[in-house]
């Protein structure tokens, strides 16, 4: 069987089953598992399916959220050298708020024993990599916690964001792109997103490039929002290019 013939079997399973897995696809086609991955990468660039950790979903299921284990295993690699490259968009003192996301939460556990910030977020694994850290003024916003997320939403959230001017938001998405804007799959975490963007001076969205041209649910913003967009080298610079003229600018770590 030709990859076409073969991808065009998986795209049907897939949409059949709701999910198919890399080691079962491999078994039935008879091939390595890592044929199979190169398969799903080529039906997720093309925008037919979603990759998600051992395996894909349609690319249709937009109200799809993997929790947060399954996303800390995805694109790795990608989230570790855009956590590094943020650093360079910290202030030098001042105060930020790192949004809930396990590249946010990669950034947190990154920051320097020598710096001096107030760091404010609602996110629990982000709270944890930071309670400990000798340099940070930690402040932890309230509210309901999303179990799939480890994040506060809700109005207890918002009043609190509602308070803050931050010099520097880092902000997490489910999916950018150019006319769909910034989006995520809750509309609890959308509102709480949004008003993290508020209040702060500079936004730096951090986002692996498997995010860009994915639309889900709730819209929290627009590309023009945000000041720097921090991806991986996998976004094209044509499509760096694009997401320029949006407003932001665009650093592929």
Do not use: C
């Not at 694109?75 to 968009?89: G, H, N, P, T, W």
């Not at 792109?177 to 993290?196: Q, Y």
Request: net charge negative; charged share 30%.
């Amino acid at each position: 069987m030709y990859a076409p013939e073969r991808q065009q079997e998986i795209l049907r399973l897939a949409r059949e089953r709701g999910r198919v897995e890399v080691l079962s696809l491999a078994e039935d086609f008879r091939v390595t598992a890592e044929t199979v991955r190169r398969d799903l990468k080529a039906l997720d660039r093309a925008g037919l399916v979603r990759r998600v950790h051992g395996g894909a979903i349609p690319a249709g299921r937009l109200d799809f959220e993997p929790d947060l284990a399954e996303r800390e295993t995805t694109a790795a690699d990608e989230k570790d050298a855009i956590a590094r490259a943020a650093l360079a968009e910290l202030p030098a003192d001042g105060s930020v708020i790192i949004d809930a996301g396990t590249t946010a939460a990669r950034l947190a556990g990154l920051l320097p024993l020598d710096s001096s910030l107030t760091v404010v977020t609602h996110a629990l694994p982000v709270a944890a990599r930071l309670a400990d850290h000798p340099g940070i003024a930690l402040h932890l916003v309230g509210g309901r916690v999303r179990r799939r997320t480890r994040a506060a939403v809700d109005e207890w959230a918002l009043r609190a964001y509602a308070e803050i001017h931050a010099d520097v938001a880092f902000l997490a998405t489910n999916g950018f792109s150019l006319d769909g804007g910034l989006t995520t799959p809750d509309l609890a975490e959308a509102a709480v997103k949004r008003a993290v963007a508020g209040a702060a001076r500079r936004v730096v969205l951090l986002a692996d490039s498997g995010k860009y041209g994915r639309r889900h649910f709730a819209r929290f913003g627009d590309l023009a929002d945000v000041d720097v967009v921090v991806t991986d080298a996998g976004l094209s610079a044509e499509d760096a290019r694009a997401v320029e003229l949006a407003g932001p600018a665009v650093v592929r770590a």
